[in-house]
């Protein structure tokens, strides 16, 4: 049977014209007026007939009219800017007609307990295949990145939408942070995001929107992204642990990887203690932090948490504050197999880092 077809509507052109609606520049509003572009956008989320879709920042409706076309059993909008009052409950109205349900939530995402929208009936189990629950959202670029590693965080401890299962997601961001959640190593836009998203999900840059498709045109394009979480991560580390490693890692892009770690260690004992790290994850400390995969980077992570576990002391330190001293002298006598401290210094003196 064909899909139940929505009334007639204004276009949305048509209706920011007639409720006077402008983007405001302070929360980084750009309206995608192009139906083909928002139905192109949702063909990629999945198939959300009969689903559940959570949509973030609908403005004027633009997105939302897409996914209702795909007749989900039911679409949650939360918006914060109480403006599009009138299109989106135009919207919620004309989904009614067709016995579909649309609920409208104004506040702020940030602010949202998204995991109280859903029914506890669509749950399933992290390891059973992903649930018919959605996340969709053409995000302001001030928040964007702010969002997804708040996400991602969530993922890790499988809670929010998460809590329902391997929930995907289908977002918008800046060109060129929807290329660095996807980089590979040795790839130029290789990052701190570029880990820390691949660690949990797997992420897929869907196609480039111009920004001249949007209302007001930004001055970059845009880039469509989408995130499957995975069965197993990538690194069973605490997120925030994690995360502070992989920090530290890229705080110096273009130097070897062995400086950046070093910063997690006080000044007086950060080289040799650096070495440390390196050799018990069987990494060269001439690698640059963009080379390495999460593999490796979840290496270095886990030979962080064995010093730390031999020397508490060491957690306490903050690179940012590093003038505060440390009682360090127990460090010295760190073994690992059969090498001492001073047997691994001798052993890579004679490399170039």
Known sequence: MAAPRLPPLPTIRDILKIYRLNAIKRLSQN?????????KIIKKAGNLAGSQVLE?????????RSILRRVPERLVVVEKDERFKPTL????????????????????????????????????????????????????????????????????????PWAFGRTKMTLTFQKEVAERLVAQPFGEQRCRLSVMAQAWTFPTLRFIIPGKAFVPKPDVDVGVVSF???VKPRTQ?????????????FSFRQKYSIRCIETLFPKERCKDLGLMMYKLAD???????TQLTVEEVDRLATAYKYLLEKHPELELFEYRTSRRLLPLSKTKDIIVEDYTETEMLEETSSKSI
């Open 31 to 39: 309206f995608l007026m192009d139906h083909n572009l928002t139905d």
């Open 228 to 230: 499957a979480p995975l």
């Open 283 to 289: 990494l060269e400390p001439t690698l640059r932090p």
């Open 56 to 64: 973030i920042g609908p403005g004027p409706g633009g997105l939302t």
């Open 89 to 160: 409950e135009m919207l919620a109205e004309s989904f009614s007609a067709i016995n579909g349900k649309m609920d409208i939530i104004y506040d702020n995402i940030l602010n949202t307990n998204i995991e109280s929208l859903f029914p506890e009936e669509k749950k399933r189990t992290w390891n059973d295949k992903p649930p018919d629950i959605f996340l969709i959202g053409n995000l302001p670029f001030s928040l964007s990145t702010h969002l997804i590693i708040k996400w991602l965080h969530a993922i890790a401890e499988q809670r929010g």
């Open 237 to 249: 580390h605490d997120f925030k642990f994690f995360e502070k490693v992989v920090r530290h890692l």
